[in-house]
């Protein structure tokens, strides 16, 4: 079992080396990710491990959609069946991924964070407070319910990007 992981989730460590897609067409392409073959059993949960500039973040941006892949490479990528350029919107509802940044809302409170982000998925107001209060407890929040996000700690901030 590793230190923080409960003994029945499987963990996956991905180590990254020489980092094949592309930068998209709009600025001078360059090799960002080559080679890479990655299938993950449901239910796994992954780390990935590498120096820095080995294409880790840049992985998960494809992954997630925020980056495209090369428009001339025959390379695919299928998350939960769908295409990151075409859904992403369908599996960032189905995924859960804590970016390297902070990126809460420092003027309000815990709930109003959690509370905004749900509005992005059209989850109707009492659903999505009754989803946040269990979210909160499942994550040992529910007393932070009230706080500014400002005042919580980088691990408390990082239990809420998990809820969210």
């Not at 020489?18 to 449901?42: C, D, E, F, H, V």
Request: proline share 6%; net charge positive; hydrophobic share 40%.
């Amino acid at each position: 079992m590793l230190d923080g992981f409960p003994a029945k989730m499987k963990v996956s460590i991905f180590a990254f080396g020489a980092s094949s897609i592309s930068m998209p067409p709009l600025r001078k392409a360059s090799p960002m990710i080559t080679g890479l073959n990655l299938a993950l059993p449901q239910g796994h949960r992954v780390a990935l491990v590498g120096p820095s500039g080995a294409g880790k973040t840049t992985m998960m941006k494809m992954i997630y959609g925020r980056l495209g892949r090369d428009i001339e490479s025959k390379a695919t990528i299928d998350v939960f069946g769908f295409d990151p350029d075409k859904d992403p919107l369908k599996i960032k509802f189905a995924s859960g991924v804590v970016p390297q940044e902070d990126n809460l809302d420092e003027e309000i409170n815990v709930f109003q964070n959690l509370l905004i982000y749900s509005k992005f998925y059209g989850m109707p107001k009492r659903d999505a407070e009754k989803r946040i209060d269990e979210l909160l407890e499942f994550m040992e929040l529910s007393e932070k319910r009230k706080v500014d996000v400002r005042t919580l700690s980088g691990g408390m901030k990082r239990r809420l990007i998990i809820v969210r």
